[in-house]
């Protein structure tokens, strides 16, 4: 009887240390199992299914990864994206309606459903939302025949409209399933991908090069042909071919392998069993992340959205990388991408003359048409258990060692504001040295000017101790305001 009781305390406390992502101000938290790759903004949380240890360590584990995704909507984004009040009951209404059409084995679609208007909820986005449907498949929804089909998963009344589709050489499948509590809707999605069911085949591969062989020049006649074999092409057809590369086409679950479905199949359940919702609390939960390498924390303004990357490496320390801005402003600068400049400056053929200028040129806009909207980026990189023999270096001689550094960092910098062109110029910059036996830090503030208009302040710390390096990169607009809290911290930034 004790080794059942200890058995059970046991199993309990491992259940109690499951890393589980919690915001609580959104009503949810969800078991995220410590994933190799995560996003965080306002509204939505997005991670892998692969955990930091097992990355990189199994290649197929890898190639198999998931991303599930969770997208949170109080009952006041729900009435502007519905034009009607919404709450659960609600919700529960259109699901039954839904359950009902399904068991007549009528298509959903016969009655209006605003629940599954996804169109709505793009317009939206711009709310510190971003919804797998509207920013991944776009115009292409209009392509794809999805499956919409309402039941419990884990035990939750969920409206599941799921895609399956190839794109390339790619199998693609992607489930969204609505579940609602406490008068907010939850919008909770995985995508699965598959390479091998449509990667070519070994023989199919060795076709092509025989196919590229024959293709190579070998009498007059063929000669004769160059010039139409080399034409350049316009922009327009470049737009074509990537478009068409870009191409979805529906896939039938009755062409997939049954284990490749199953697969698909589990990885959503997980998603929705490890989706547990709570009464929401009072008070917005703060965007923030962890370094755990540097031991440090950084808690960003309101409407950033940070990325942080996280692998274990066994025996050889942990390695973070983190990027982090504001989501408005990564909105606005892929809305203002202006993709025909791209496909232009693919069509302008090597052999132009011009080819340079007319590059330069094309750049130039589309650059310009960034920069307009990019005013802040931080990022951080970081990494314990130190065992590179030129670090414990650093540190055995941090007098000699600071000289040779400094004199080397402040050579390249002086090489580098020499250089300035339109496209680039290094204005003004300062450094800060700190080595001991303890610690080394180097501190680089520098002001540099982008297509002669754009003027950006940046701010490099680099630091070690004996157990773990680290790097920060803060770039701001000069005419932009920071906050101060998160100046204050990147200051912070060093050991």
Request: net charge negative; aromatic share 10%.
């Amino acid at each position: 009887m004790k080794k059942i009781t200890a058995l059970a305390a046991a199993l309990v406390l491992c259940a109690a240390h499951v890393s589980a992502y919690e915001n609580s101000y959104a009503g949810y938290s969800v078991k995220d199992g410590q994933p190799y790759y995560k996003l965080e903004a306002k509204k939505v949380y997005a991670y892998t299914n692969i955990s930091s240890k097992k990355a990189y360590q199994n290649e197929e584990d890898l190639k198999n990864t998931a991303v599930n995704i969770v997208n949170y909507y109080t009952a006041e984004d729900m009435e502007q994206i519905l034009g009607e009040k919404f709450s659960t009951a609600y919700f529960d209404a259109e699901y039954e309606k839904l359950a009902l059409l399904e068991r007549s084995q009528l298509n959903p679609k016969t009655v209006p459903a605003p629940l599954l208007e996804l169109d709505k909820y793009a317009e939206h986005d711009s709310n510190g939302n971003l919804t797998i449907q509207s920013k991944v498949l776009k115009e292409k929804l209009e392509k794809l025949t999805p499956l919409i089909k309402t039941g419990k998963i884990a035990g939750k009344k969920a409206i599941t409209i799921s895609y399956l589709y190839k794109q390339g050489d790619v199998l693609v499948k992607i489930d969204t399933s609505l579940v609602s509590a406490n008068d907010r809707l939850y919008l909770l999605s995985t995508v699965n991908t598959d390479q091998d069911l449509y990667a070519p085949k070994k023989d199919e591969k060795d076709a092509d090069a025989d196919a590229d062989i024959d293709d190579i020049d070998t009498d007059e006649e063929s000669d004769e042909n160059d010039e139409t074999k080399t034409e350049p092409k316009n922009a327009a057809s470049v737009k074509e071919e990537m478009e068409k590369a870009l191409e979805v086409e529906n896939v039938f679950v009755r062409d997939v392998p049954a284990e490749t479905m199953q697969r698909f199949d589990k990885a959503h359940t997980d998603l929705l069993k490890g989706f547990k919702a709570f009464a929401p609390t009072s008070t917005p939960k703060a965007i923030g992340f962890t370094d755990a390498a540097a031991g440090k924390s950084v808690q960003l303004p309101d409407d950033w959205f940070y990325g942080q990357l996280n692998l274990r490496y066994k025996d050889k320390g942990t390695f973070y990388l983190t990027m982090a801005s504001s989501m408005k402003q990564m909105q606005d600068v892929a809305a203002n991408t202006d993709y025909d400049n791209i496909y232009s400056v693919f069509a302008i053929p090597a052999s132009d003359s011009e080819y340079q200028q007319k590059f330069m040129d094309l750049y130039t806009s589309g650059m310009r048409n960034v920069l307009e909207h990019w005013n802040h980026l931080l990022v951080t990189v970081s990494v314990d258990n130190i065992n590179d023999a030129d670090a414990k270096e650093l540190l055995a001689t941090p007098v000699a060692n600071k000289l040779a550094v400094e004199s080397f960092i402040n050579d390249g910098l002086q090489r580098l504001k020499g250089f300035g062109n339109d496209y680039f110029a290094l204005k003004d910059y300062k450094t800060n040295y700190d080595f001991t036996q303890e610690k080394a830090l180097i501190g680089i503030n520098a002001d540099t000017q982008l297509l002669k208009d754009f003027a950006y302040n940046n701010k490099i710390l680099l630091s070690c101790n004996q157990k773990a390096a680290t790097a920060m990169l803060f770039i701001k607009k000069t005419d932009v305001e920071t906050e101060k809290s998160l100046e204050q911290q990147v200051n912070e930034w060093h050991f």
